[in-house]
Each structure stands twice: as C-alpha cells, then as structure tokens.
C-alpha cells in the first residue's frame, strides 16, 4: 500500500467517477427511450428493441469499467488495472474506428439519402406510412414536399397549407388543378421543401455523435495513460514517484561531510 502518487490516485478517482456517470447517462437515455417508444405500441417497441439493448449494454459496461479502475486505485492492485487498461485500449481502438469511418461518410450522406427520399415521388402515389410520415414532417417543420410542392402534384394536402398572416414570407401562392375536375385551383403552400430541412437535422446529429465520439476516444486515451503510470509504479515501488509522466523534482540534499580547518594562529597570542 502507498506505492501509488497521491494525487495521480486521486486523478484516477475523479477520472473514473466520470466515466461512471457517463454510463448512468447512456441508461438513463436508454430508459427513458424505451418509456416514449412503448407508447407507440408493441409492434413499433420490437423493431427499437436492439438498439435498446444496445444501449443498455454500453451504459452498463462503461460503469462496470469504471468501478473495475476504481477498485484498482484504491486497493492498488495491479490485476483490476490491467484489466482496465486492456478495456481502454480496445475502447480507443473502437472509438476512433467509428469516429473516422463516420468522419469519412459524412459527405456522402445527403447524395445517399436525397436519392433515397427521390424514390418515394410523386408523394401522392406513395404508400401510406410515407405519405403519413411526410404530412408529418409537413406540419412539424411548416415545409411542403421533400423537394417542392410539385412533388404532391395536382393533390397537395392540408399539411402544406400556409397562413400568409402568420408565417409571411415563409409562404406562397401556387396554381394547380385539381384531379377530378379540370379546374384551376390557387392555394397558399409553405415555400420551403422538407428534404433540406431534413438534412440539417441529420448533419446536426451526425456531428453530435462525432463529438461524442471523439471525446469518448479522449477519455480512453486519458484512461489508458493514468492506467499504465499506476502500474508502472505497482511494478517499480522503489523508484521516483512519476506524476503524469514528468520525473518528481529532487530537493538538493546537504553533503554528508564537511571539511574542517583549524583557525589561523596569530604570534603573540
């Protein structure tokens, strides 16, 4: 006991303590994701289970490694720390794997889903749930069509009706016929398609997950390091201290003799 700097134990701790409250984070999403999606019925709660579990999964390793650091630090053993070091290491390896691949696919993300949303035109020949989803989309983002209002053709629903008092310069008035009869037909429709609306959102997340990512990398990395200084000094007790991999400083000892002189004699005394 004691062969472990001071305050790099107390670094490890608070490291750890973080981690630890990460992990209770991703659970706590996890459950509070599977209370809003029960409510869309059994069927709809199947196909979100995997990711659920999942994220149950991630939450409840991240706390047992935490612990398992934790653990080893304060009974300075080496055997828990270098299971965590071995966990740190392979996390990194993960972590970054998924941040540059992800990194890598950002920019080819929105030709991949523009030709995907292209498929499901014209809107009012779709299936249902498509047309369901988009009406939705219509009313929540006040946008109307993925790419314009065209794309309902003669049958423009009442998801994309504007009202010009209310929303301005967001809205237009467009000219079309209706499908039964022959007739021309004037409607104020929101200006702005959906697609692009869309897509920020999906960057938007895109870039979150990044940064979790990342940060996620750095922690292991941060991990990793304190780790292996705390069992290089389990390994090598009698040496220096090392704090954070800078060499402690030596205060300068006093020399262990002292050369004596006797004092000059003076004729006469």
């Known amino acids: 006991m004691g062969d472990i700097n001071t305050c790099l134990k ?3 701790t608070i490291f750890n303590i973080i981690f630890a409250i990460v992990g209770g984070l991703i659970i706590f999403l996890a459950v509070l994701a599977q209370v809003l999606t029960s409510v869309h019925g059994a069927e709809n709660l199947e196909n979100r289970m995997s990711s659920l579990i999942l994220m149950y999964v991630v939450g409840a390793i991240t706390m047992v490694i935490a612990i398992l650091g934790a653990y ?5 053993k080496r055997g828990p720390l270098i299971a965590f070091l071995v966990c740190m290491v392979i996390g990194s390896l993960i972590m970054l794997r998924v941040g540059i691949m992800t990194a890598f696919a950002r920019p080819r993300l929105e030709p991949v889903l523009e030709d995907t949303f292209r498929r499901f035109l014209p809107l009012d020949e779709a299936n249902d749930e498509i047309q369901e989803m988009t009406n939705a989309l219509q ?3 006040h946008c109307c069509g993925l790419f314009s209002y065209e794309d309902w053709r003669n049958n423009i629903p009442d998801s994309c009706l504007c009202e010009q008092q209310e929303y301005g310069d967001k809205c237009e008035t467009v000219n079309y016929y209706t499908q039964k009869i022959l007739l021309q037909t004037r409607k104020t429709v929101y200006s702005t398609p959906c697609f692009p609306i869309l897509m920020h959102y999906v960057l938007l997340i895109v870039d979150v997950m990044l940064g979790i990512v990342f940060t996620l990398a750095a922690l292991a990395i941060l991990g990793l390091g304190l ?3 705390m069992i290089h000094q389990l390994r090598h007790p009698n040496r220096s201290p090392v704090v954070l991999g800078i060499p402690a400083v ?3 000892q006093p020399p262990k003799y ?3 002189q006797n004092p ?4 006469g005394y």
Request: glycine share 4%.
């Open 139 to 141: 009313s929540q983002m």
């Open 258 to 260: 002292q050369e004596l």
């Open 10 to 12: 107390r670094t490890f």
């Open 264 to 267: 000059p004699s003076y004729p």
């Open 72 to 76: 080893g630090a304060h009974k300075e």
């Open 250 to 252: 030596f205060t300068p």
């Open 227 to 229: 780790s292996s200084l």
